[in-house]
């Protein structure tokens, strides 16, 4: 073996795969408790000992037959990759099926080494693996997950070559052979009584598992506010004291333009975001809590039905539940959608899926709008509308645009395990420090050039309106239906760029045009209804998406005219359903 040498790292998904590159190679990549954590490959690199060797982690395979976009991705790159070896993470929950790959990656001409996951929960499953006879049996070394190290790995590859040998026909593949090979090496004390069996039959109920299922989305969205309602108000203090030493400041006497950029613009456009950070971190939480808990997988086997019935394929679920996070990562997730039409029909409703930059804004309206005993019951009837609608849309769109069948829905079952604190905190600061890195860039920069468009001309008379104003009075006309004035139309606007761009757009406008040391949430409370405030909501919740998302849309689809639509399409859905929901407030 070469003392510089490149690795695949193969295996059927949620092997462990992901788990063992970050082990090996400290990196950071996403790690979850369900099939389809990784879409694209991921590379790192391990050091020691004079040896450079380049680890790539490859989306999950079940075969190198490939029926998935992603699957496609590890089986191109299996053969274009100019690999030394392989490391085949094979599930030792599932050893079965898992060990059908193994044989398959032992016909390609390159030496294989098989690393056991998860032995214990096999273990607690009362399955015991004989590790000593798996070479005899399939023809290549058998490693054990728990307790290895970069150094004894090292040792296997530039030491253990001799051992790499392979006896392959028709005696010894298939899985006839490996039900045999199984029966020789695994041994199951039957009398264990696993609770996990006990658990499913209650969270997979047939008609108990729908219910439980939105109590426990319930349940985070009064996690997100309860614990985050502290931490936000002391940063939101913070930030007013700040803004009150800016405004008091002797130095910033002598430059009011220079004073009003820090105040209105920075401090309020960045403050304004910033304030919500903790909210985000404890939803990032949640979710992440239920991702390694096994209970995504779960979510998505009780919504299938329901899901087939609107058009939708069940893994589609799955991705729903990662827009959650991100639409950006949800909509790369639907690689693993097997079928086109059910792939587009996913990415098209997708961005109403309410992400956290939306939680941005859902949660300064909620606070200042709502009492909170109402909170997390208004929070949670926005995602329940938009689940629906969801639905709604993914129907018409089988029905009349993407005809056709949907496959069936076939997905593993992952154990559970009590999540570690610290992995879930630590995939929770990761995504929060992401968003601060936005706020300190993206969030900044369009800060300080709202506060330009909305303060030129600096030398206007006093009263005189800003130029930008001829046009947003031209823009309300659009929005006065839904209830919106100018001020929340233009913010809408740019919000584009992204989500949480409005809250800090809105912001920067009210403090501008009041240029009082009035908070932006006694301001919004007198110029603005509880309705209105909902119907916001309700609009940024299923309108167009962010810049990101729509590049990512068109990059997935390949289709300019499928980008063009899903943005018409929303918009006016999202103006319709405000509509409605604003005329019947009014009625109320």
Same mark, same amino acid.
């Given at each position: 073996m070469k003392r510089d040498c490149r690795v695949a790292l193969v295996g059927n998904p949620n092997a462990g795969k992901s788990y063992l590159f970050n082990k090996l190679t400290g990196s950071c990549s996403r790690v979850a408790n369900y099939p389809g954590a990784t879409v694209e490959r991921s590379e790192g690199f391990m050091l020691s000992q004079g040896h450079?060797? =380049?680890?790539?982690? &490859?989306?999950?395979?079940?075969?190198?037959?490939? +029926?998935?976009?992603?699957?496609?991705?590890?089986?191109?790159?299996?053969?274009?990759?100019?690999?030394?070896?392989?490391?085949?993470? /094979?599930?030792? =929950?599932?050893?079965? $099926?898992?060990?059908? #790959?193994?044989?398959? %990656? +032992?016909?390609?001409? +390159?030496?294989? !080494?098989?690393? #056991?996951?998860?032995?214990? %929960?096999?273990?607690? $499953?009362?399955? /015991? !693996?004989?590790?000593?006879?798996?070479?005899?049996?399939?023809g290549c070394r058998f490693l054990c997950s728990e307790g290895l190290s970069k150094k004894s790995l090292l040792n296997e590859i530039y030491n253990g070559e001799d051992s790499f040998k392979k006896n392959i026909n028709a005696d010894t593949s298939g899985y006839e052979y490996i039900e045999k090979v199984c029966e020789e090496v695994v041994s199951k004390d039957e009398s264990k009584d696993l609770w996990t069996d006990r658990f499913d039959s209650l969270l997979t109920h047939r008609w108990l598992g729908i219910p439980i299922f939105f109590f426990i989305m319930f349940l985070l969205f009064k996690f997100t506010f309860v614990l985050g309602s502290w931490p936000s108000w002391v940063l939101q203090i913070g930030f007013d004291n700040i803004s009150q030493a800016v405004g008091t400041s002797i130095f910033m006497s002598r430059y009011p333009l220079f004073s009003s950029l820090l105040r209105d613009g920075i401090i309020t456009g960045v403050g304004g975001v910033l304030v919500f950070v903790p909210n985000i971190f404890f939803l990032f939480m949640g979710i992440?809590? %239920?991702?390694?808990?096994?209970?995504?997988? *779960?979510? @998505?086997?009780?919504?299938? *039905? #329901?899901?087939?019935?609107?058009? %939708?394929?069940?893994?589609?679920?799955?991705? &729903?539940l990662l827009g959650l996070g991100c639409t950006v990562p949800a909509i790369m997730s639907t690689r693993t959608i097997e079928n086109r039409k059910d792939r587009l029909t996913t990415i098209f409703i997708l961005p109403m899926i309410s992400c956290s930059a939306r939680m941005i804004v859902y949660t300064m309206l909620v606070a200042i709008f709502f009492s909170p005993a109402q909170r997390a019951l208004v929070l949670w009837s926005l995602y329940f509308i938009s689940f629906v609608i969801t639905l709604l849309v993914s129907r018409f769109l089988r029905k009349r645009i993407f005809q056709g069948e949907s496959d069936s829905f076939v997905m593993e079952m992952p154990s559970y395990i009590m999540p570690v604190w610290r992995s879930v905190s630590s995939a929770a600061l990761d995504k929060s420090w992401c968003y601060v890195?936005?706020?300190?860039?993206?969030?900044?920069?369009?800060?300080? &050039?709202?506060?330009?468009?909305?303060?030129?001309?600096?030398? *206007?008379?006093?009263?005189?309106?800003?130029? !930008? $104003?001829?046009?947003?009075?031209? &823009?309300?006309?659009?929005? $006065?239906? #839904?209830?919106?004035?100018?001020?929340? @139309?233009t913010a809408l606007l740019s919000s584009i760029a992204g989500k949480e761009v409005f809250v800090s757009q809105l912001g920067i406008m009210h403090s501008v045009e009041n240029n009082s040391d009035s908070q932006l949430a006694d301001i919004l409370q007198e110029n603005y209804s509880s309705l209105t405030a909902y119907c916001i909501m309700i609009f940024i919740m299923l309108s167009t998406p962010c810049a990101s998302t729509i590049a990512v849309a068109y990059r997935e689809s390949g289709s300019l005219l499928f980008t063009v639509s899903q943005l018409v399409g929303l918009t006016a859905i999202a103006y319709f359903v405000t509509w409605i929901i604003y005329n019947i407030g009014l009625l109320l």
């Open positions: 450079n060797i =380049t680890i790539v982690d &490859l989306p999950g395979i079940y075969s190198l037959n490939p +029926l998935s976009r992603d699957e496609n991705i590890t089986v191109k790159n299996m053969s274009e990759g100019g690999y030394d070896l392989i490391l085949n993470v /094979v599930d030792s =929950t599932n050893l079965e $099926r898992n060990l059908f #790959l193994t044989q398959q %990656l +032992l016909e390609l001409d +390159l030496p294989v !080494i098989a690393i #056991l996951s998860k032995i214990d %929960l096999s273990k607690k $499953r009362g399955v /015991v !693996i004989d590790i000593d006879k798996l070479p005899d049996y399939i992440s809590f %239920l991702e390694e808990s096994g209970y995504i997988s *779960r979510a @998505a086997f009780i919504m299938d *039905r #329901l899901m087939h019935k609107m058009g %939708l394929h069940g893994k589609s679920f799955i991705s &729903l890195r936005k706020v300190g860039t993206v969030i900044l920069g369009f800060s300080i &050039l709202f506060w330009v468009i909305f303060n030129f001309p600096f030398d *206007r008379a006093e009263g005189e309106p800003p130029a !930008i $104003r001829h046009f947003t009075k031209k &823009l309300e006309v659009v929005v $006065r239906p #839904l209830g919106f004035d100018d001020k929340i @139309a």
